[in-house]
Each structure stands twice: as C-alpha cells, then as structure tokens.
C-alpha cells in the first residue's frame, strides 16, 4: 500500500515534469554577437537572457518570448580591441527543426552607435530595413502600419525575422568600452500563422514564397549546395544549363575542394566553429562550410566521399554522420541527398592495378557504403551517379574500347588512342602549366559524354 510519502514523491514527481514540460515549451529570441577578429567578452544580462560565450569572438543570446506581448531583452559586452562586431537579430532554432518566427522593435546601444535600431526608417523596394544587413531575405520583413493586434513597440514600424532569415548590423566598437544593447522582442504573429497554415494543411508558405520568388528565376526553383570534390563538380557541370533548357531555374552552391574526404569537409568545419577568423576554417572561396549552409535556404545538401576512399566504409564515420548532424543545424529546412562518386575505368594503372581490384569490384564497394551511410545518416535519397556509370559500361552497345599497353610517346598531337565509349577522360592533351601540349592520362574524371549523364542523374 503506498504510504503518504510516497504520495508526495508522487506528487513532486509530476510537477518537475510539469516543469520540465513548460521549460521546453519555452520560446526564445536570439541576438549572436560575433567580432570580426576582435574578441568581446559577455557580460550580464539583467532581463534575464541565458549569454553563452561561443568562442573568443562569438556570444549568443537567448531570452523567452511570448506572442502579442513586447518584452525587453538585453545584454551587455565588452570589446578586448578596437574593432566591428557584428549584432544578429534572428529567433531560436527548435531541436524539432522548427524555426521560430520574432519581432524586434526600439534597438538601443549604449557604448556604440546603432543606425535605425527603431526600424522607422524607409526601408528599400525588396523591403529590407534601412541600415541593416540580411540573410535569406524572403519571408523576414519589415511591418509598417499600427495594426491593431499585432502593434510596433514604438513608431510605426518593427521588423520579423527567423533564425534563417535573419538581419545583422556591424557596429564600431572601442577597447575596454562596454556595450549595452537592449531590444524589444516578441513571438512574431507569423509564426503562429504558419503553425496554423501547417496545422489546416494550407499550402500558404508555397504560395508566399512563390508571390516574393525574384523575377529573375523562371520555372521552378531549386537550390542546391554541393560538399564535395571535383566529382561533383564534374557530376554538376551541365546541370545549370539543363534545368535552364527546361524553364527552370537552379542556385548551385559549392563547398567543394580537389580530392576533399568527408573528414577533411568536417575537421575545416570545426576548425571555423573553433576560431572563426581562423583563415583555414574558410576553405571555399574564403567562406566556412557554416557561412554556406546559412547563406541560403537551400532545399538540397549534398554529400560525398573522395573517391578513392569510397570502397572504405570506414573512412565514411562518424564524419557523414557529424556533417549531416551539422547540415540538419544550419540548414534545416534541406533535404540531405549521397552523391555516389564512380568507379575508374578498367585501363587504370592507379587504384585497380595496384590493388588488383576489378572495375565492378570497385563500383560494388563503393556502391555498398554509399548505401550503408545513406541509411545511417537518414538521407533522404542517393543520388546513383556511379550505378548510372556502371550501367552504361555493361552495356554491349557502350563497351569501352581502348588498347592495351599505350606508349605516349608514340602519338604526337592532336593524334589521341582510340577509347571509344570512354566515360572518362583517359587520354587527353593537356597545355596546363606547360608550353606544349602533352598527353595526359586520367582515368577517373568526366568527359564531355558522362558529365551530361552525370548531370541527368
Ligand atoms: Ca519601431
């Protein structure tokens, strides 16, 4: 028989849930601070605000809001040098992917200058606020009228933006000059008009993004980022030019390096969330892997392993794991997709002869793993660039034909071996880096003919 203790266990059992619950539930706008090689100390937030000190350079500020009511966040800083810090206004992102909508009104600094913190300043045709920066710009906006449910805090203009679609101001900060910075925040009534679209099956967000796509992209849309190598440059060069042919359109991002593994994409990546002016963390045209996945709403997130590597499944964790983990945080809204890579052609003097491995011995394992990680990172699809290749070879119709044993310096340019129906390369001139062309051997990268099939892939 329980006794009353228990009962009061009991009891206090289902409050610390009921508690926990209500924790959870909690909304929360979020300021990021990041100086841009100037290092910035948090410091005390007397609104309540959880500060986390990311890095030496970077601090995030969260603070619950509530809808329909204006509540003031602050936060205080204190620069370690002369120098910008950027300010970023954008909402929580949820662990259940959900992007939280928020308001903000009446930005004040003290021991820095902010330019239209109030939000009242016109704000230009594409209806982004005077005087700030944006990323994703799309559904973010500035709302201008004193409507009466949803009002601005002070004027007659606030702002809505979302973890993704987010604004950012740089400010000039002084050594040792604390900077005090305090904003009005509440739950955006977007947000709960999207919970609500969702909610009655209303395809509203389609339609508002279709209303605000830029003239410029006829069709549909698709935005793509490729992490990978020069397989999937090679695998994407005609893409643009074929979803143009069709009436569409495509905005191809690239986080790609030659020869790239899946370790080296992740290890660069944490070498930026460690120190992000650290030049190394910035390996794509100067951009980090992080600065990509948020430059954008992207709709897809590729992944690949060096093909070398491919056939080893081990060479694939826990980094596909770790980079997927990392995609779903900056870009939650993406599907992951696997880019298989292909297998080399049966004349290679590398890989297959060296490790006497067939071509479909190759094909076979790397199709293998690419399927096994597929599975275990939760991806939404493959992408069988390296089946498509495979397929094509066994064909009768498109058996490679190539001789063996090619002795270079017999052929003298432009004159080339025979290798009918080669999905690669293989033989070429090439005038790189050189004042005579010379002939050149690479058994492994698209030419024209399997770029096109790449492509349709
Ligand atoms: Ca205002």
Same mark, same amino acid.
């Given at each position: 028989?329980?006794?009353?203790k228990?009962?009061?266990?009991?009891?206090g059992?289902?409050?610390?849930?009921?508690?926990?619950?209500?924790?959870?539930?909690?909304?929360?706008?979020?300021?990021?601070?990041?100086?841009?090689?100037t290092?910035i100390?948090?410091?005390?937030?007397d609104?309540?605000?959880?500060?986390?000190?990311?890095? !030496?350079?970077?601090?995030y500020?969260?603070?619950a809001?509530?809808?329909?009511?204006?509540?003031?966040?602050?936060l205080?800083?204190?620069?370690?040098a002369?120098?910008?810090v950027d300010?970023m206004?954008?909402g929580?992102?949820?662990?259940?992917?959900?992007?939280?909508?928020?308001?903000y009104?009446?930005?004040?600094?003290?021991?820095a200058t902010?330019?239209?913190?109030?939000?009242?300043?016109?704000a230009?045709?594409?209806?982004?606020?005077?005087?700030?920066?944006?990323?994703s710009?799309?559904?973010?906006?500035?709302?201008?009228? &004193?409507? $009466?449910?949803h009002?601005?805090?002070?004027?007659?203009? %606030?702002?809505?933006v979302?973890?993704?679609?987010?604004?950012?101001q740089?400010?000039d900060?002084?050594?040792?000059?604390?900077?005090?910075l305090?904003? %009005?925040a509440?739950?955006?009534?977007?947000?709960?008009?999207?919970?609500? *679209?969702?909610?009655s099956?209303e395809k509203?967000?389609?339609?508002k993004?279709?209303?605000?796509?830029?003239?410029?992209y006829?069709?549909k849309?698709?935005r793509?980022?490729?992490?990978?190598?020069? %397989?999937? !440059?090679?695998?994407?060069?005609y893409?643009p030019?074929?979803?143009e042919? !069709?009436?569409?359109?495509?905005?191809?991002?690239?986080?790609?390096?030659?020869?790239?593994s899946?370790?080296?994409?992740w290890?660069l990546?944490? &070498?930026? $969330?460690?120190?992000?002016?650290?030049f190394q963390g910035?390996?794509?045209?100067?951009?980090s892997?992080?600065?990509?996945?948020?430059?954008?709403?992207w709709?897809i997130?590729?992944l690949?392993?060096h093909?070398?590597l491919?056939?080893?499944l081990?060479t694939?964790?826990?980094?596909?794991?770790?980079l997927?983990a990392?995609i779903?945080?900056?870009?939650?809204?993406? &599907?992951i997709?696997?880019? $298989?890579?292909?297998a080399?052609r049966t004349? *290679?003097m590398?890989?297959?002869?060296?490790t006497?491995?067939?071509?479909?011995?190759?094909y076979?394992?790397?199709? *293998?793993?690419?399927?096994v990680?597929?599975k275990?990172? $939760?991806?939404d699809?493959?992408?069988?660039?390296?089946?498509a290749?495979q397929?094509?070879?066994?064909d009768p119709r498109w058996?490679?034909?190539?001789?063996?044993n090619?002795?270079?310096?017999?052929?003298?340019?432009?004159?080339?071996?025979?290798?009918?129906h080669?999905?690669?390369?293989?033989w070429?001139?090439?005038?790189?880096?050189?004042?005579?062309?010379?002939l050149?051997?690479?058994p492994?990268?698209?030419?024209?003919a399997?770029? %096109?099939?790449?492509?349709?892939?």
């Amino acid at each position: 028989m329980p006794t009353r203790k228990h009962c009061f266990v009991a009891i206090g059992l289902v409050l610390l849930v009921a508690r926990a619950s209500d924790l959870k539930a909690q909304d929360k706008a979020r300021i990021d601070l990041k100086g841009d090689k100037t290092a910035i100390k948090a410091g005390a937030s007397d609104t309540g605000a959880k500060i986390t000190q990311k890095s !030496q350079n970077v601090i995030y500020c969260e603070q619950a809001v509530t809808a329909g009511k204006w509540e003031k966040f602050a936060l205080t800083f204190t620069p370690e040098a002369d120098g910008k810090v950027d300010v970023m206004l954008r909402g929580e992102f949820q662990a259940n992917g959900v992007q939280l909508w928020i308001d903000y009104d009446k930005l004040e600094l003290a021991g820095a200058t902010i330019v239209n913190g109030d939000f009242e300043q016109k704000a230009d045709p594409a209806n982004v606020p005077a005087g700030w920066q944006f990323k994703s710009w799309g559904k973010s906006k500035v709302v201008r009228g &004193k409507d $009466e449910s949803h009002p601005p805090h002070s004027g007659e203009a %606030y702002v809505v933006v979302s973890h993704v679609n987010c604004i950012w101001q740089t400010l000039d900060v002084k050594k040792d000059q604390a900077v005090t910075l305090t904003v %009005y925040a509440r739950l955006s009534a977007s947000d709960a008009q999207d919970a609500q *679209d969702a909610a009655s099956g209303e395809k509203k967000d389609e339609k508002k993004m279709q209303a605000t796509k830029p003239k410029s992209y006829p069709g549909k849309l698709v935005r793509i980022l490729l992490i990978g190598n020069s %397989y999937s !440059q090679n695998a994407s060069e005609y893409l643009p030019a074929l979803v143009e042919s !069709q009436g569409n359109s495509l905005v191809l991002g690239h986080a790609e390096i030659g020869g790239c593994s899946l370790e080296k994409h992740w290890t660069l990546a944490q &070498k930026f $969330e460690a120190n992000p002016s650290d030049f190394q963390g910035k390996p794509y045209s100067k951009r980090s892997l992080r600065e990509l996945l948020e430059s954008d709403t992207w709709d897809i997130v590729t992944l690949q392993q060096h093909s070398w590597l491919s056939r080893d499944l081990k060479t694939y964790r826990p980094f596909a794991a770790n980079l997927a983990a990392y995609i779903r945080k900056y870009a939650p809204q993406a &599907k992951i997709l696997v880019h $298989e890579t292909w297998a080399y052609r049966t004349d *290679d003097m590398g890989l297959l002869k060296k490790t006497h491995t067939t071509q479909e011995q190759m094909y076979q394992a790397l199709h *293998d793993a690419y399927q096994v990680i597929a599975k275990e990172i $939760e991806a939404d699809r493959i992408i069988p660039t390296g089946t498509a290749f495979q397929n094509a070879r066994q064909d009768p119709r498109w058996k490679l034909e190539v001789p063996d044993n090619v002795d270079p310096s017999a052929y003298k340019y432009p004159d080339l071996p025979v290798q009918k129906h080669s999905l690669v390369l293989g033989w070429a001139w090439s005038k790189k880096g050189k004042a005579t062309p010379q002939l050149i051997y690479d058994p492994k990268h698209c030419n024209a003919a399997s770029k %096109y099939l790449a492509a349709v892939v």
